[in-house]
């Protein structure tokens, strides 16, 4: 029984958190699976994808009843990110029988990345990086949203990791953008995102569907609640909370 309500709890949680903030999927769920559920880092980067993808639909949708989305702006991003995210699951899966690269290298990447959105964050919610909260909205022009595109599709196709953390740090830290439209555009992109780069681990049979039929029990709802919540709680504890999440998650990596 444990077995079952574990991966729903977890869901639940990163489900809900990814619908708030637009963050938490790869980097609280890929821990999770390879901590916790003891699995092989590249079927573990495949099966989030493949939940983080059904997520951020659910989240996206929601997102878009609430009129947080522009959909202009998810194009230009992904016009860098998926490129990016197929070249860099190509080298994963290509590398897939080195296990040192596999056991050793990747874990200790995902770690870092961690920890360093986690500080990054951090220091934005501290307001020591990034426009100040009084400043006016500025919108990244086209070409840096593929150029952010690009830098989180290449960490998700490697790690699962970047698709929410890195893209939303990258928004937080040069930009001023109403969180509810920042976190609207990055789930819905990060949907796309999923979706493609996923399909990339499941051709090549790095997807545990069982398990991911589990955390979607749980992250289907949450997500709808956490979208639902954006306006109605402080953004900024939960992003605290989110960031320390985040944080111990990669120095758990980098320990074990």
């Known amino acids: 029984m444990i077995d079952m309500i574990l991966p729903i709890g ?5 489900g809900f958190l990814i619908g708030l903030t637009g963050m938490g999927g790869g980097a609280l769920m890929t821990p999770f699976l390879l901590l916790v559920m003891k ?5 573990a980067v495949g ?5 983080a993808a059904i997520t951020k639909i659910s989240g996206g949708i929601q997102h878009r009843r609430e009129k947080n989305v522009s959909i202009k702006r998810v194009i230009w991003m992904a016009a860098g990110s998926l490129p990016a995210s197929f070249l ?22 995902l770690g870092c990345t961690l920890i360093i959105v986690s500080i ?6 501290l307001r020591v990086l990034g426009p100040k909260e009084h400043v006016e909205i500025k919108w990244p022009p086209p070409g840096a949203l593929v150029l952010i595109g ?3 599709g290449l960490m998700v196709g490697m790690t699962s990791i970047g698709g929410g953390t890195v893209i939303m740090a990258l928004l937080l830290i040069f ?6 439209l920042m976190v609207g555009l990055d789930v819905m992109h990060g949907a796309l995102l999923a979706v493609v780069t996923s399909l990339n681990y499941s051709l090549a049979g790095q997807t545990d569907w069982g398990l991911v039929f589990l955390l979607l029990i749980g992250s289907l709802p949450g997500a ?14 939960v992003r605290g909370l989110l960031a320390l999440l985040i944080m111990g998650a990669g120095i758990d990596l980098l320990i074990n």
């Open 88 to 109: 860099g699951a190509q080298f994963i899966l290509q590398q897939a029988k080195n296990r040192q690269l596999i056991e050793e290298t990747l874990p200790t990447l």
């Open 120 to 125: 990054i964050l951090l220091a934005r919610i």
């Open 10 to 14: 977890a869901g639940l949680l990163v």
């Open 150 to 152: 690009a830098v989180g």
């Open 175 to 180: 930009f001023s953008i109403p969180l509810n």
């Open 47 to 51: 099966t989030d994808l493949t939940f």
């Open 39 to 43: 699995f092989d880092p590249v079927l």
């Open 224 to 237: 709808w609640l956490g979208a639902r919540m954006i306006n109605r709680i402080d953004r900024r504890l």
